[in-house]
C-alpha cells in the first residue's frame, strides 16, 4: 500500500484543503520515511492516524500495511507492539479484534525478544476480547501455528499464549492445547525449554486438577532435571505454583522429591533459586516444611557458593517467621541458629551484609531472653564487622531489639561497642560511626541521646582531623532536624558557642561552620540571639583565617537573619573586614556585601 494512495484518502480529504488534516497525512508518511526517528513518532501516534481513517479503512488498509513493513528497526517494532495492543476499539471493538492478530503473529516472531514479549503481551490482552467462539475460529489457530513453527522465536511465543486461551474452549480443543504445550516442553532447543518452562507454573493454574496431575507434573520432573540449568532454576519457581493446586498427599509424594532435588542441584544458581524463594514455605504448608525444608534450608546456609548463602541469609527472618508455631522456637535454636553463628564471620562481605539485615528481626520472634543470651554476642560481633555496610545495616534494625530487651539492656551491651567504634584509633572507622549517629539517634529517642551519645557528638567537633570535624558537624544539623531547635538550643548551641573561646584557631573555624550549618535548622530567633553575637565578636580574631570563615559565616546566616539586624550589626562588621590587611578577609567580605546587597 502506497503511503500516497493512503493519504489521499484520508477522510474529508486533503483535496478539499482541509488544513486540520495534513498533520495525519505526514504522520501516514513518516510511516515509510528513511529516518528511523520518523517512523517511530509516527508508530507512537498510530491511533490517531487509525482515528483519523476510521474504523474500515484501519481493518482494509492500515493494519495490511503494517502487517506487510515488519521488517525494521526494533525500537520501531516495539513501539508497535504495544500501540496494538490497546487497537481494539480502533478497529470497531471485540467483534473485529481478530484483524489485528496477522501483525501481532508476525512481531511475535522476530528475533529480537523485547519485542516478541511485547508482541505477546498484547495477544494476551486482546484475547480477552474475542468471544468463546472467535477464541476457536482465530486465536486458538495462531496458537497452534506458532507453536509449530520452524523458528524457535514463534515457538517461545506460543508458550505465554497458552494460559490465556485454555479457560474459554471445547475440552476437545483444551487437549490439543495440553498436546502442544507438552511437546514444547521437549523442544530440541533449550530457549523454547526454557519459555515453557517459564509458564508451566501459570499454564498448571488454569488446568482442571486431573490434568494438572497427569500432564503437567511429569512435564515439571522433566524440566527440572532438563540439562540446561537455566531451564532447571525456572522449573523451580513453576513447581512453588504447581505446589499450592495440589492436596497434601498429593503435593508430598508428586513435588517435593523434585523440589528437594532442586535445593541439592549441582549448579549454584539452581539451588540460588530455591534459597531465594519467598513462596515456596506457603505453598508446602507447616509439616513439609517441618520434615522437608528446614534440613534444606540449613543446607543452603552452608551452600559452597557465596551467592546462594547471601540469598538464603537474607530470607533467614521470613523462614523463621514462617515456621509453625508450636515448635517455632525449638526448631530456630536447634537447627537455624548453629547456621546463623556461622554467617555472622563468613568470608564474604555479601553473605554478613544480607544476614545483618534481618538477624535484628529474629529478636521478636525469639523473645527477651534468647535475645540476650545468643543474638545479643552475634550483633556486637556484627557491629565490629570490618565491612561498613554490615555496621549499618547492624544500627539501622535496632529498633527490634530496643522492642524486645529495652532500651537499658541494650545500652549495657552494644553502646559499649559504639563508643568504641566513635574513639577508634583509625578516623575512617571513627567517620563511619558519625554517618550512623543521626539514625541510632533516631532509633534510640532524645533521652538515651543525651544521656550517653551527646558527649561524643561533642568530642568529634574538636578531632585532630578535619573530614571527622566536617561530618561531626554536619551531624549536629541533622541531628536538630530530629530533635527540633528548643532541643538545639538547650543542648547542642551552648556547647558549639562555647568552642569560640578555644585557644585553638582549629576549633574556632569549627564554632563557624557548625553556625553554617546549624543557622538554617534552628530558625531566625535562636541565630540572631544566641549565634550572631558571637560570630560578630569573632571578627576581631587575631588569626586571618578566623576572620575571612567570619565573613564567609556571615553571608551564609544573612538570608535567615531579618533587615534591621543585618543593616544595623552585619553591615558594619563586613565593612570594617572589607578594609583588613589580608587579602583573603577582605576579598570575602566585600563577596559578602555584594551577596547580601548591603552595599
Known sequence: LGCCYAVARVPGALAKGDDSLY???VLIDELRNEDVQLRLNSIKKLSTIALALGVERTQTELLPFLTDTIYDEDEVLLALAEQLGGFTVLVGGPEFVNCLLPPLESLATVEETVVRDKAVESLRKISQEHSPVDLEVHFVPLVKRLA??????SRTSACGLFSVCYPRVSSTVKAEIRQHFRTLCSDDTPMVRRAAASKLGEFAKVLELDYAKSDIIPLFTALASDEQDSVRLLAVEAGVSIATLLPQEDLEALVMPTLLQAAEDKSWRVRYMVADSTELQKAVGPEITKTDLVPAFQNLLKDCEAEVRTAAANKVKVFCENLPEDSRETIIMTHILPCVKEL?????????????????????ILGKDNTVEHLLPLFLVQ?????????????????CVNEVIGIRQLSQSLLPAIVELAEDAKWRVRLAIIEY???????????????????LCMAWLIDHVFAIREAATCNLM????????????????????GMANDSNYLHRMTTLFCINALSEVCGQEITTKHMLPVVLKMSTDQVAN?????ARCLQKIGPVLDS????????????????DQDMDVKYFALEAISVLALA
Open 437 to 455: 549517629m543521626p539514625l541510632l539517634a533516631g532509633q534510640l529517642g532524645v533521652e538515651f541521646f543525651d544521656e550517653k551519645l551527646n558527649s
Open 546 to 550: 578566623v576572620r575571612f570563615n567570619v
Open 23 to 25: 498533520p495525519i497525512a
Open 478 to 497: 541533622k541531628l536538630v532536624e530530629k530533635f527540633g531547635a528548643e532541643w538545639a538550643q538547650n543542648t547542642i548551641v551552648p556547647k558549639v558557642l
Open 564 to 579: 534591621s539586624a543585618l543593616q544595623a550589626e552585619v553591615k558594619p562588621v563586613l565593612e570594617k573586614l572589607a578594609t
Open 344 to 364: 555472622v564471620s563468613d568470608t564474604n562481605q555479601h553473605v554478613k551484609s544480607a544476614l545483618a539485615s534481618v538477624i535484628m528481626g529474629l529478636s521478636t
Open 383 to 399: 557491629l565490629k564487622d570490618e565491612c561498613p555496610e554490615v555496621r549499618l545495616n547492624i544500627i539501622s534494625n535496632l529498633d
Open 148 to 153: 509449530s513453527g520452524d523458528w524457535f522465536t
